[in-house]
């Protein structure tokens, strides 16, 4: 008889806000627009989001902790390299990504063309299939910081699973 499998699930959430002469990242890809997204490293906050996720499933604390904004390591840094650092280290702890499912909180620009880009680009920094992970965008229905194109945020589930 095997053992059931572990499981862990996670959430992680992030928000910049948008600022003029910065280039918009988001998803590990390079987005096209007059703005991007203020913040001390490449301020992606879904890869941010999807690093926290992972942090929270394995109950490693969140991405403040394990890079502090306050480092000038953290300067400029690619979001990329921090979340495979953070995989690298729950890989060791025995566990895989079953699934990612995201929603992404943008006005503007519209981010559904970009989302098969996104996706392919977050498989390979995860290192698994594309089709074990889901996207969503959704705009802020013209209200609050979202709405009023001040910001843009990610909310991020993540299911861990350590056979
Ligand atoms: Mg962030």
Known sequence: MTAAPSLRIGQGYDLHALATGRPLILGG???????GLQGHSDADALLHAITDALLGAAGL???GTHFPDTDPAYAGANSGVLLQQVLRHISTLGWRINN???TVHAQAPKLLPHIPAMREKIAHLLEIDPRLINLKAKTGESLGVIGREEAI????VVLLVSP
Do not use: K, N, T
């Open 29 to 35: 890809i390079s987005i096209p627009f007059d703005r």
């Open 61 to 63: 604390g969140d991405i």
């Open 100 to 102: 990612l499912d995201a």
């Open 153 to 156: 945020a990610a909310q991020v």
